[in-house]
């Protein structure tokens, strides 16, 4: 079992000073609930098994263990270490209050020990820490001062303060700066004598138990509730993983990874429930089969088969099959495959989802100086190991890169994945830089430039010890997304009947732009703004999407009245798949029938003139004289037919195709004409179209008579036409 | 296994995820489909000097490896091959002469890997000859069958690419109708759509893209992209890079705004170059026919047994006893910060991006002019000067709609061009993904002397001897390419699959050759006689066995008020399943189920009665 449990005792300070605050400030007392809120919160959610006690002090009566003779009065046990449960944070929204007396923080401190003793005793408990949250405004007994200390260094508990204000003054140069609060509260108004001796006490407490880092456990409240990062010096250890690194097959140094940096994702996820009765059990969810047939007919699991696709086929292959001859290797292993340049091995090609810390094995010194050998060498040469990594012989093996770390007071290998050549996706994109459309100007460049002047995060520390001070450090913010679950879960679960709260003020403010960029930038960002006009596009996507819809929900009802079924699935089929792409505008010359009747429908311009581009690509068409041509031809001459007749507009037709009928001889198309002859088409007659002029007979013969009236047979209107005049008829 | 779980739910997760995206956009966008157009004169039968293969038989290695790749990377996209200037025809209605349709324009499979293999190699030349011959060209017919097949199709297709394989520059002599209407086809095709491209192959005398193809191919992308230029190809590999980069379309993953400030939007696309290729999932056949079958999943209510709409379900988690019940939409509203895009929070200078700060692949950005006008310029500017004095953007970036915010880098990457014109690296950000304190884990590292010189630069002679240069598409994935052998072996009844090479297997026999006695120079300065990495592993573990067993056994009686105490305080979750059991047993409980939970409630009523 990785990590042991907890024993953690809330102390908190409800007494009168905590709720006393500046105008427009939160006090004390609010700011100490949330961070306990918080925490509980956290532990909660995160479903540990820690336990956890809540003791409050400067509460009007007194229920403690040691309450005798009028000592550790005011003290109150409000919770016995337990698991934390929704039952508590219920009881910290709505039993905790301002009460109205005071107590000595050290006696609370006293009340906790003796909890924690008593309550731990028999128990297995790593790790045995009390919180104390108090404005630290009451005076204090010292005189057991280091006894106290004493006994805590025996138990092994740990501590850490909670104040109003933080414990040092440099303390918000030395880190993270909180970037938020130009007049920070609670430091502005000095502190009370009796804060201030409690302060040298709360020091002296955390430098005895830890000498080196004791005041990093000190912590202000408004720090605490932003940050929240203390909370994860108690989270569980990642497990380990050890292994053998081997360079070939006589240099084996036996080594521990641990998962380092990974996603991590909320443990549990959304079970669905009846709306009525909120019960899991009510609702079911069941998969069936079924044929892709027209009656969808079900069959059973069992009488389904795994299956895959190669590429157009499928091939049936059995579960048994595939782990027979599945890849198949030996199992755990870290081996390296040779060593590389670092620069190599590009950033942007890290893959997988986590990030690897390989250490020495426990407690194996001569693992140790041979892995310390390998990362200083890979350090001094600029190199990386490139390896073949297994977590074990049932996952897939990886390619990856294992990187030298030096750090302070340890050295590993920082191992991540790498891509397989069958996950690269080799883009070409045009160049920027020498498309002169998009070359910057010197102004321009210059207006860039200083932007990022006053956008810069990291600044040189004012000493000379080339510190830095970074304004926004990504990996010290919480996951917001965390924190507003969690806040919607507590407030659902503390009030089921209220809708969901805003979000908290303090998560917002922490996502934004630190506060002294936004001003120092706003210049440049003006200056930007002059320099590159920025121009929104229209969407032209959004008008082809609104033309669909609105197409179809003019057009269908209409189309349905109109035609026959058959007449109708064919309409449907470029409907959808043709309007959608929209580009058409004219008739053009790949598929100039499609086209026209597509513009027909989409009746965006004159039935007329899209009759003349049909017959403009039609010559076209027959300039060229050959088969393929003419039966291009041909199928225009059916869509302009087919489409006029539909439309009821029977003259424009009927004049191309006589006019059509008395040029053949001219352009030498009598092959063409025999083809229109075979195909049956001809005029439109009265019986077809009303306002028709010709006659059922006339179109009849219009098509049959053509070779014995050759000569005889006077243009009606006009000349032979050439081409032109044909045109232009329309 | 549990413990594999654990460590790979994440990747799971991700995939779901990664799965999302890319149906998403095809059902948006269509397929994509690639026609290669193949001269089969006799000019491209002439071997090369040295043995070299004929342009043919490049060509058909080339449409092959791109046929399988689709197999394993894209199999919905469409694919043709037709031969122009055979003596044979062949094509839908048989209107065109001397135009072969080898594939009309579908899904590739197996089948056509095999046929294409077939047309490789002298073989291969033989049977061309045998099938389709050398004949008359015209490429004006070629183009318009090509036109054909597009039309022909009754899927939506997003993107149409046509290649052109030859190496005549004047296909028709000096027939100018021919050539006429060839460039009229070329144009109509390129009306529709169709991105003509021309791989031109080596030629004696050189081959001249001005004489007749500079109007039959598709205008360059970008004015820079100097195609006409091109020198024609003469290897193989060059080939198949060339073609590599014209045939994978990209998609963006996401199109939305850069903020820089208030009211300053840069429009930018972003672009996945690199995501885990997986296994292809399984799929459900019918035994009887082996056809797919679907599934459909639907929700009812166990009582009534009718079908339950949205509205009348909800959302609920269980916490700390507690049962809390959402909306469905709350559920989406809670992740929801703000809609999607980037915002500018500021600059740091690349040292501040740390290598252990990684937590998904990274992400390509780069400017999309078609939506907000001015952004390339923009884009180009900020690139340029972040390169220039080496810094990074930090943004906060949310990815689609209803997903929680993430901080990102923007790393700059220069253009920069191969040989032969090729481009090794395109223009734009890295958008590399930064972990929240949430994601770093707390680690205890162990404290060790370290090496001294002596032994560090022993090591650095054993890192010298074993330096390569790492490519990133070097190694193939034998996880996935013994799949695809399996199943290419099944689909076309080979007797076995063909073996793979395991590129990610140490060449142990080789790196033991390189560092020759360097091996046991460097044991014997770290490890002391006596010392094996190996057996005390294994022994370690031996004992850690037995212990752990001993160590178990006792653990499993637990005093009767312990118990008690446990499921008063709700903490009977921190005992294990057989220590569960047992007191179960003891209690006299039955239960029906093993699972952790069963047992607790089982053991809770059973206590509080």
Known sequence: MAGGKAALVLCMDVGFSMSNSAPGEESPFELAKKVIQKFVQRQVFAETKDELALVLFGTDSTKNSLDRDGQYQNITVHRHLMVPDFQLLEEIENEIHPESQQADWLDALVVCMDLLKTGTQGKKCDRVNISLLTDLNTPANSEQLDVIIENLKKANITLQFFLPFPAEDDEEDGGDADRRSPGRPGTGKGLSREQQSGLDMVKHVMLTLNEEDGLDEIYSFRKAVEQLCMFKCIEKRPTAWPCLLTIGSCLPIRIVGYKA?????????????????????????????????????????DDTIQGFRYGSDIVPFSKVDQEQMKYKHDGKCFAVLGFTKQNLVRRHHFMGTQVMKVFPAKEDEHAGIALSALVR?????????????AYNSISSPQVGAAFPCIKKDYECLIYVQLPFMEDLRQFTFPSLENNKKFTPSDKQLSAVDSLIDSMMLVEEEGDDNGDQKDMFKVHHLPNPAFQRHFQCLHHRGVSPG????????????????????????RGPLEEVKRTFPLTEVEKKKKLKTSAQIFG?????????????????????????????????????????????????????????????????????????????????????????????VKLGEANLYNGYLQSLKRSIPNRGLEVFWELLVQDAITLISKDEVEGSTVSKTDADQFLVSEEKKEEAAAPPVEDTGDVDDLLDMM | ????????????????????????????????????????????????????????????????SVYASKIISSHRDLMALVFYGTEQSKNPRNSFKHVYVYHDLDEPGAKRVQDVDALRGDKGAQLAAETMGSGETSLGDALW??????????????????????????????????????????????????????????????????????????????????GLQLEPCDKLEDLKKRVRAKEQKKRA??????????????????????????????????????????????????????????????????????????????????????????????????AKLKRHHHIRPAVFLYPEEDEVKGSACLFSALLTKCSERNVFALCRCVARRNFPPRFVALVPQKEEVGEGKVQI????????????????????????????????????????????????????????????????????????????????????????????????????????????????AAAKRKTADTGGGAEKKPKVEVAEDELRAHAQNGTLGKLTVPVLKDACKRFGVRTTGTKKQELIDALIAQLGK
């Open chain 2, 425 to 536: 690296s395109p223009p734009g950000f890295h958008v590399i993904y930064l972990p929240y304190a949430d994601d770093m884990r707390t680690l205890d590292p162990p404290q060790f002397p370290t090496a001294s010189q002596r032994q560090v630069d022993k090591m650095k002679e054993i890192v010298s001897k074993l330096r390569f240069k790492y490519r990133s598409d070097a190694f193939e994935n034998p996880v996935i390419q013994q799949q695809y052998r399996n199943l290419e072996a099944l689909a076309l009844d080979m007797m076995a699959p063909e073996d793979i090479d395991d590129l990610i297997m140490p060449k142990v026999d080789q790196i033991d050759n390189r560092l020759g006695p360097l091996v046991q120079e460097f044991r014997d300065l770290v490890y002391p006689d006596g010392y094996n990495p190996e057996n005390k």
């Open chain 2, 1 to 64: 296994m549990a413990e594999w779980n654990t460590f790979y739910r994440n990747e799971e997760d991700e995939e779901d995820q990664e799965e999302g995206e890319q149906s998403g956009d095809y059902k948006a966008t269509g397929r994509d489909s690639l026609v290669f157009l193949v001269d089969a004169s006799k000019e491209m039968f002439i071997k090369g000097e040295d043995g070299q293969p004929s342009n043919f038989d490049m060509t058909m290695q080339v449409v092959r």
């Open chain 1, 498 to 521: 209220a809708p969901l709260p805003p979000m908290e003020p303090w998560l917002k403010a922490a996502l934004e732009r630190p506060h002294v960029i936004t001003e120092r930038c």
């Open chain 1, 552 to 644: 179809k929900d003019s057009e269908e009802p209409d189309a349905k009245k109109a035609k026959g079924d058959e007449e109708e699935e064919e309409e449907d089929d470029y409907n959808f798949a043709d309007i959608a792409e929209g580009s058409v505008t004219s008739v053009g010359s790949v598929n100039p029938a499609k086209d026209f009747r597509l513009l027909i429908k989409k009746k965006s311009l004159p039935f007329g003139e899209v009759c003349q581009q049909l017959t403009g690509r039609i010559e076209q068409l027959l300039g060229n004289k050959n088969t393929p041509y003419y039966m291009k031809s041909i199928t225009c001459i059916q869509a302009f037919r087919e489409q006029s």
């Open chain 1, 377 to 389: 060498a890979l350090d001094g040469l600029n190199m990386a190991a490139i390896v073949r990594y």
């Open chain 2, 253 to 350: 993953m996401a199109r939305m705004n850069l903020c820089l400030g208030e009211g300053l939007n840069v429009a930018v696309g972003i672009y996945a170059t690199a995501v885990t290729a997986r296994k292809p999932a399984p799929i459900r056949l019918y035994r009887e026919t082996n056809e797919p079958v679907r599934s459909k999943t639907r929700t009812f209510h166990t009582q009534t047994g009718s079908l339950l709409l949205p509205s009348e379900i909800k959302k609920s988690q269980v916490y700390g006893k507690k049962q809390i019940v959402m909306e469905r939409d709350e559920v989406d509203a809670i992740k929801k910060f703000e809609d999607p895009g980037m915002s500018l929070i500021g600059f740091k200078p690349m």
């Open chain 1, 261 to 301: 940096v990974t996603e991590e994702r909320l443990k549990k996820s959304w079970t669905t429930v009846d709306a009525q009765t909120n019960q899991k059990d009510d609702v079911k969810r069941e998969t069936v089969y079924c044929l892709d047939d027209d009656n969808e007919t079900e069959v059973q699991k």
């Open chain 2, 145 to 226: 069958c090509c036109a054909n097949l597009y039309s022909d199709i009754k899927l939506r297709l997003s993107h149409k690419r046509l290649m052109i394989f030859t190496c005549r520059d004047e296909p028709h002599g000096s027939d100018g109708a021919k050539d006429r209407q060839a460039r009229t086809k070329a144009g109509d095709l390129k009306e529709t759509g169709v991105v003509v491209n021309l791989m031109h192959l080596m030629k004696p005398g050189g081959f001249d893209v001005a004489t007749f193809f500079r109007d039959v191919i598709s205008p360059p992308e970008d004015e820079s992209e100097l």
